[in-house]
């Protein structure tokens, strides 16, 4: 029997000897929010017109019984919240709308989550928003916000205005800001003539949506970039320099999901750039295989080097941090749930980190001391203080988290066919 207090006070002690306060760690991880992408629920369908995804967003996997209505999602969210420690957003699509006739994108209204909002409360989580665009026939040729058909571009532009609003909405309703989150598919598979004409629809666009202006205080803007997508290899309307430009000009936020970049780049490295010219910045913790192939979030180096320059640059207030992926393979709980204890993990072992040696090292250039420090925290204990934090917050860990999965799996989820 592995007592958990014990390697606790034991893990304890060895971080005090490279000057490190677990207890001071353990608060702050606790502080931090982080936002659960209701899309792993039931791979990105939505409630709005159940059809399949497209337009350069695809969902691997035939793993059975997603969640099929609001009340299962609600249901599945739940049992992850009862399983992991800590403090929680929920990042909402447009189309998990509960609304009992068909709602046109751009007409969707506050009423329109009312009831999310109301979950939201009871679970004291705060509330992230993203209008969608994609899935629907208005999505033309794979041109949405840069289409050249003013009809179309209307259309999206009304979608994500009334989705700030909502965002506002959640906002004042809750008292936490909420983070909306505009994310195109558009582009094409194959070298395109015109590369400008599309961008500079793309900025008209964006002028009318952020026209109004909206409390910082109730909602957050936020603008996400993509290299490419399947079937869109070629060009991407929204890529990194444009929405880079758009949001330190417009003194937006910018999204860096770890996905939508060249293979070989990380955006663990382009925090504190951007971060120097923004005033916030969200993250899509995601996990690419080859592509953006958004794999469940594993305890990986990305994952570590990301944690570590929010940590060290002190910049986790100016950040906010979502998930992104969706994998339909397996028990969508387990997905939802592994990556989101890999983030704090991983969280926890950057807070844990020897900090003033590592700094000392670095100053007196002392780079053997640094790689030898760099080093020696990965073999520090900072799994015991997890399991500790689990512990204290009433959470399960190891086999019993385990058995809990597989106890919903089988007398809650399969009963869903
Ligand atoms: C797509 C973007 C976007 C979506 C979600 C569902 O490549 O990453 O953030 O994953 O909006
Ligand atoms: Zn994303």
Request: glycine residues 6%; contains cysteine; aromatic residues 12%.
């Given at each position: 029997?592995?007592?958990i207090?014990?390697?606790?006070?034991?893990?304890?002690?060895?971080?005090?000897?490279?000057?490190?306060?677990?207890?001071?760690?353990?608060?702050?991880l606790?502080?931090?929010?982080?936002?659960?992408?209701?899309?792993?629920?039931?791979?990105?369908?939505?409630?709005l017109?159940?059809?399949?995804?497209?337009?350069?967003?695809?969902?691997?996997?035939?793993y059975?019984?997603?969640?099929?209505?609001?009340?299962?999602?609600?249901?599945?969210?739940?049992?992850?919240?009862?399983?992991?420690?800590?403090?929680?957003?929920?990042?909402?699509?447009?189309?998990?709308l509960?609304?009992?006739?068909?709602?046109?994108?751009?007409?969707?209204?506050?009423?329109?989550?009312?009831?999310?909002?109301?979950?939201?409360?009871?679970?004291?989580?705060?509330?992230?928003?993203?209008?969608?665009?994609?899935s629907?026939?208005?999505?033309?040729?794979?041109?949405?916000?840069?289409?050249?058909?003013?009809g179309?571009?209307?259309?999206?532009i009304?979608?994500?205005?009334?989705?700030?609003?909502?965002?506002?909405?959640f906002?004042?309703?809750l008292?936490?800001?909420?983070?909306?989150?505009?994310?195109i598919?558009?582009?094409?598979?194959?070298?395109?003539?015109?590369?400008?004409?599309?961008?500079?629809?793309?900025?008209?666009?964006?002028?009318?949506?952020?026209?109004?202006?909206i409390?910082?205080k109730?909602?957050?803007?936020?603008?996400?970039?993509?290299?490419?997508?399947?079937?869109?290899?070629a060009?991407?309307?929204?890529?990194?320099?444009?929405?880079?430009?758009?949001?330190?000009?417009?003194?937006?936020?910018?999204?860096?999901?770890?996905?939508?970049?060249?293979?070989?780049?990380?955006?663990?490295?382009?925090i504190?750039?951007?971060?120097l010219?923004?005033?916030?910045?969200?993250?899509?913790?995601?996990?690419?295989?080859r592509?953006?192939?958004?794999?469940v979030?594993?305890?990986?180096?990305?994952?570590?080097?990301?944690a570590?320059?929010?940590?060290?640059?002190?910049?986790?207030?100016?950040?906010?941090?979502?998930?992104?992926?969706?994998?339909?393979?397996?028990?969508?709980?387990?997905?939802w749930?592994?990556?989101?204890?890999?983030?704090?993990?991983?969280?926890?072992?950057?807070?844990?980190?020897?900090?003033?040696?590592?700094?000392k090292?670095?100053?007196?250039y002392?780079?053997?001391?640094?790689?030898?420090?760099?080093?020696?925290?990965?073999?520090?204990?900072?799994?015991?203080?997890?399991?500790?934090?689990?512990?204290?917050?009433?959470?399960?860990?190891?086999?019993?988290?385990?058995?809990?999965?597989?106890?919903?799996?089988?007398?809650?989820?399969?009963?869903?066919?």
């Amino acid at each position: 029997m592995i007592n958990i207090e014990e390697e606790y006070r034991i893990a304890k002690e060895r971080y005090l000897s490279y000057g490190v306060d677990v207890e001071e760690a353990m608060e702050k991880l606790a502080s931090i929010p982080l936002s659960i992408q209701c899309w792993q629920g039931d791979d990105v369908e939505g409630f709005l017109d159940k059809g399949s995804l497209g337009d350069g967003l695809q969902v691997t996997g035939n793993y059975p019984y997603k969640a099929r209505n609001i009340a299962e999602l609600q249901e599945d969210i739940e049992e992850v919240l009862s399983l992991l420690p800590g403090t929680f957003k929920l990042n909402l699509h447009s189309t998990y709308l509960d609304s009992e006739k068909s709602v046109r994108l751009d007409q969707i209204e506050p009423k329109h989550y009312e009831s999310w909002v109301k979950f939201a409360k009871k679970h004291h989580l705060g509330l992230d928003f993203n209008p969608t665009l994609f899935s629907s026939p208005m999505v033309k040729e794979g041109f949405t916000l840069s289409s050249k058909e003013e009809g179309v571009r209307r259309f999206w532009i009304e979608h994500c205005k009334r989705a700030r609003k909502i965002g506002e909405y959640f906002g004042k309703e809750l008292e936490i800001p909420c983070v909306t989150n505009i994310w195109i598919p558009d582009g094409y598979k194959d070298e395109p003539y015109d590369r400008l004409g599309p961008r500079e629809r793309l900025k008209d666009s964006l002028d009318e949506i952020f026209a109004e202006k909206i409390d910082k205080k109730y909602n957050i803007d936020s603008v996400e970039s993509k290299l490419f997508g399947i079937g869109l290899e070629a060009y991407t309307t929204g890529n990194h320099e444009f929405y880079l430009g758009y949001a330190v000009k417009n003194g937006l936020a910018l999204t860096l999901d770890s996905g939508h970049f060249h293979p070989t780049e990380y955006i663990s490295d382009k925090i504190s750039s951007v971060l120097l010219f923004t005033n916030d910045l969200l993250l899509h913790v995601s996990r690419p295989m080859r592509w953006d192939s958004d794999h469940v979030v594993i305890f990986d180096d990305e994952l570590n080097r990301i944690a570590e320059s929010l940590v060290r640059g002190n910049l986790l207030e100016k950040t906010h941090i979502g998930l992104d992926y969706f994998d339909g393979s397996i028990n969508r709980i387990a997905a939802w749930c592994i990556g989101l204890r890999a983030t704090q993990m991983a969280l926890l072992k950057a807070l844990l980190e020897p900090s003033a040696l590592l700094k000392k090292a670095e100053d007196s250039y002392d780079f053997t001391t640094r790689l030898y420090l760099h080093e020696e925290s990965k073999y520090l204990p900072y799994q015991a203080v997890y399991r500790y934090f689990a512990y204290k917050n009433k959470k399960k860990m190891g086999k019993e988290f385990e058995e809990e999965l597989h106890n919903y799996e089988t007398n809650v989820l399969r009963k869903r066919v």
